[in-house]
């Protein structure tokens, strides 16, 4: 639960645990200094005031909201005055959300974040009182119907439909929203924002992914029309090193080929930022299990890229192209020799250390590996002429606790090491 306090233009909150009947709690609360922001919210279109708009600011230790009345004035206290850039959305029924950055200073300034602006982080504070208008765009109802190639609707179906809207150079947040089809395979989504593009993917187990992007749509209505989907096309295979054993660990990309113009430059765009949402949506990913299998499942028809890759660096690469019945023999990789490879074993006194975590560590670059029964653990794929850090963590028999042995200086020549607990 969370215990909130404010008293005479501070706030303060934090969590608790939870609290039986007639328990007294005695916690300590340190208060913050708080401010007030408050303004009207417009219809974009009309001007008109807007009533019943949900005004809110949501942290992880603040917590704050308010409602627009019937002249779309609102008033949010106990806004935090630290300095700190926080983001409060506006969200109503037939509107679509919109946000702001704020920050409240402890002198009673205040100012918004991705303005025009001139002149330097002072120059960009205003007196109070806070008041900020904002405009609201028109909502966007997005609906249609899931069924298979032979007509027959597809109830459950995940719809997820996302869209970003710009709050200045670089930064941008999601418009989102997601349901199932009922039993008709129909879906709707509402309360979008209707002046963006958005991204919808469909999906339902035994099926391959459906994906398209939908323009803004001013209307305010958006039929997706019947979306067909195909019986799933499972993709999977093997990844092996120089010597013919399994690598265990590595990232397989998979990234479909054959995609919409526009579906092509939001995948651009994502794997130049590394969007997370986006990326996930357009890139699936995998690592190879202890026996150097992958699998990708709930594909479409259709050409893909498959790179095999340690920590974003790509190793091997191929174009493959799948048809209805897939691919039988799999897409098997066997890594080139120009790889360093290090084996090794994790010992305590004389006696092996089976299911030992075994971890190289070269910066931020971290690769782990489990030591087979007999306490033995090999990892491949390291750059040669590079330095490494060698340790080794097992859960203690009878504290319970991880414990971590004295960590090994490497390279890619060491060949062998012994990890050995006292």
């Given at each position: 639960m969370s215990?909130?306090a404010?008293?005479d233009?501070?706030v303060g909150?934090?969590?608790a645990?939870?609290?039986?009947v007639?328990q007294?709690?005695h916690r300590e609360v340190?208060?913050?200094?708080?401010?007030?922001?408050?303004g009207r919210?417009?219809?974009?279109?009309?001007k008109?005031?807007i009533?019943?708009?949900?005004?809110?600011?949501?942290?992880f230790?603040h917590h704050?909201?308010a409602v627009?009345?019937g002249s779309g004035?609102?008033?949010?206290?106990?806004?935090?005055?630290?300095g700190v850039g926080l983001t409060?959305r506006?969200?109503?029924?037939s509107?679509?959300?919109?946000s702001?950055?704020?920050?409240?200073?402890?002198?009673g300034?205040?100012r918004?974040?991705?303005?025009?602006?001139?002149?330097d982080e002072?120059?960009?504070?205003?007196?109070?009182?806070?008041?900020v208008?904002v405009?609201?765009?028109?909502?966007?109802?997005?609906?249609g119907?899931v069924?298979?190639?032979q007509g027959?609707?597809l109830a459950?179906?995940?719809?997820l439909?996302?869209g970003?809207?710009?709050?200045g150079?670089?930064?941008?947040?999601?418009?989102?929203?997601k349901?199932?089809?009922d039993?008709l395979?129909?879906?709707?989504l509402?309360?979008?924002?209707?002046d963006?593009?958005?991204?919808?993917?469909v999906?339902h187990?035994?099926?391959g992914?459906?994906a398209?992007i939908?323009p803004?749509?001013?209307?305010g209505r958006q039929d997706?029309?019947v979306i067909?989907?195909?019986?799933?096309v499972p993709?999977?295979?093997?990844v092996?090193?120089?010597?013919?054993v399994?690598v265990?660990?590595l990232e397989?990309?998979?990234?479909?080929?054959?995609?919409?113009a526009?579906?092509r430059?939001?995948q651009g765009?994502?794997?130049?930022?590394r969007?997370?949402?986006?990326w996930?949506?357009l890139?699936?990913r995998?690592?190879?299990s202890g026996?150097?299998?992958?699998?990708f499942?709930?594909?479409a028809?259709?050409?893909y890229?498959?790179k095999?890759?340690?920590?974003?660096?790509s190793l091997e690469?191929?174009l493959?192209?799948?048809?209805?019945e897939g691919?039988?023999?799999g897409v098997d990789?066997?890594?080139?020799?120009?790889?360093?490879?290090?084996?090794?074993?994790?010992?305590?006194?004389d006696?092996?250390?089976?299911?030992a975590?075994?971890?190289?560590?070269c910066?931020?670059w971290?690769?782990f590996?489990?030591?087979?029964?007999t306490?033995r653990?090999?990892?491949t794929?390291?750059?040669?002429?590079?330095?490494?850090e060698l340790?080794?963590?097992v859960?203690?028999?009878d504290?319970?606790e991880?414990?971590?042995s004295e960590?090994y200086?490497?390279?890619?020549?060491?060949?062998?090491v012994?990890?050995?607990?006292?």
């Open positions: 215990i909130a404010w008293k233009g501070f909150e934090l969590e645990e939870r609290i039986e007639n007294i709690l340190f208060l913050e200094l708080s401010a007030t922001i408050s919210v417009f219809d974009g279109i009309s008109a005031p009533e019943g708009v949900r005004v809110w600011v949501d942290t230790s704050a909201h627009t009345d004035t609102y008033v949010l206290q106990r806004f935090p005055a630290t409060v506006y969200r109503a029924q509107h679509g959300t919109e702001v950055v704020l920050a409240a200073y402890s002198d300034t205040w918004k974040y991705f303005t025009s602006d001139e002149g002072e120059a960009k504070k205003r007196p109070s009182p806070a008041i208008d405009e609201l765009t028109r909502a966007l109802k997005i609906f119907g069924q298979n190639t027959v609707p459950g179906a995940d719809v439909v996302r970003y809207y710009k709050m150079e670089g930064f941008a947040l999601p418009d989102e929203s349901c199932r089809s039993e395979g129909s879906f709707v509402e309360a979008l924002r209707s963006i593009g958005h991204q919808v993917r999906s187990p035994g099926y992914t459906f398209a939908l803004p749509e001013p209307s997706c029309g067909q989907l195909a019986p799933e993709l999977s295979g093997t092996v090193d120089a010597e013919g399994p265990e660990g397989v990309w998979l990234t479909a080929v054959d995609l919409p526009d579906l430059a939001e765009s994502a794997t130049a930022g969007d997370p949402d986006v996930d949506s890139v699936r995998a690592r190879t026996e150097g299998i992958f699998l499942r709930q594909l028809i259709g050409r890229e498959i095999v890759a340690e920590s974003g660096r690469e191929r493959v192209e799948l048809a209805e691919l039988p023999g990789f066997q890594l080139s020799p120009t790889e360093a490879v290090l084996t090794g074993r994790v010992m305590r006194g006696q092996p250390t089976a299911g975590q075994v971890v190289l560590t910066g931020v971290r690769r590996v489990t030591a087979d029964a306490g653990f090999r990892i794929s390291m750059t040669r002429d590079t330095s490494y340790s080794s963590v859960i203690d028999r504290s319970g991880p414990r971590w960590v200086d490497v390279d890619s020549n060491s060949g062998y012994e990890i050995r607990w006292n």
